[in-house]
């Protein structure tokens, strides 16, 4: 491939990414605003305001990490939630608001229970940490309104098999939506964006985290994974209708979403 990476196998693919989170799960939330340039709190934003979160909804965010779109999508719900108890003549408002974040990383989740309790989040339980797996998920089947999972898919072995899972475990009617570095085109654009992955990440990596290998990795990990139109027929061939996408800065990110029938 380009500037000279090479293809991982698969097993290499799952040694890197558990290395690279392990590494990082302390400093992760720090790295993600240095090399997005805090752009990936819009981007998170843009992918909740797009799940249109409603209070007594079960939501499973996977590849949750440390927790920020699982906050977000609280945070939504309470701003609803005390409105509506303003509103509303009985003083007992209650809902049965379930938001489950799951990871692979027992670390990453560590982390978000910490931030969680800082934020004063999930005290009424409806936060909850689940260690898992997003191709072979715990869930019951036709159990979620919603699944999210951002920048968490490129990292999956299978992304086929993950998809199958976002399928069976929700509802007909729940949406899936994912948020992801994808593809730029714009070549100008392209060019610069190519010499921030390959030359500034790394050493990003390598001030940071300690960690050069681990981040160039990650960026190789953006070239391979597929277009966005390519995911998307991935998306429709696991069952989901009405997929479409949306780039964010001309492709740097895209939020792909569908809806299970
Ligand atoms: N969603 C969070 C965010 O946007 O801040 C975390 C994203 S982080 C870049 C990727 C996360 O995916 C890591 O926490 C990692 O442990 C998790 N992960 C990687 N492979 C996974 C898998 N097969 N199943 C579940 N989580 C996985």
Redesign the pocket.
């Known amino acids: 491939t380009s500037f000279g990476f090479k293809q991982v196998s698969e097993e290499e693919k799952g040694k890197m990414?558990g290395n690279v989170?392990s590494n990082v799960a302390s400093n992760?939330d720090v790295m993600?605003d240095l090399m997005s340039a805090g752009l990936?709190r819009l981007w998170?934003d843009r992918l909740v305001s797009k799940l249109n979160p409603f209070p007594g909804m079960k939501h499973l965010?996977?590849?949750?990490?440390?927790g920020?779109?699982a906050f977000k999508i609280t945070e939504t719900i309470n701003s609803i939630s005390r409105r509506a108890t303003q509103d509303s003549t009985e003083d007992d408002f209650h809902n049965e608001t379930q938001i489950y974040v799951?990871?692979?990383?027992p670390k990453?989740l560590n982390v978000g229970k910490k931030r969680a309790t800082e934020r004063g989040l999930g005290e009424d339980r409806s936060l909850i940490w689940v260690e898992?797996?997003?191709?072979a998920l715990s869930f019951q089947d036709g159990s979620m309104d919603g699944y999210t999972?951002?920048?968490?898919i490129r990292?999956?072995?299978h992304i086929e098999k993950?998809l199958a899972e976002a399928y069976r475990v929700l509802k007909r009617g729940g949406r899936f939506l994912c948020?992801e570095l994808s593809h730029v085109e714009v070549p100008v654009f392209k060019q610069l964006y190519d010499y921030y992955s390959f030359s500034v990440i790394p050493s990003i990596g390598e001030l940071v985290a300690g960690d050069r290998e681990s981040y160039k990795y990650l960026v190789e990990s953006i070239r391979q994974f597929p277009s966005q139109e390519k995911f998307a027929s991935m998306i429709i061939d696991a069952g989901f209708q009405k997929v479409e996408y949306e780039n964010l800065v001309g492709g740097v990110v895209a939020i792909h979403s569908g809806l299970k029938f």
């Open positions: 990414v989170f992760y993600n990936h998170k965010d996977v590849a949750g990490g440390t920020d779109v799951c990871d692979i990383n990453m898992g797996n997003a191709e999972i951002a920048f968490g990292n999956v072995t993950a948020l």
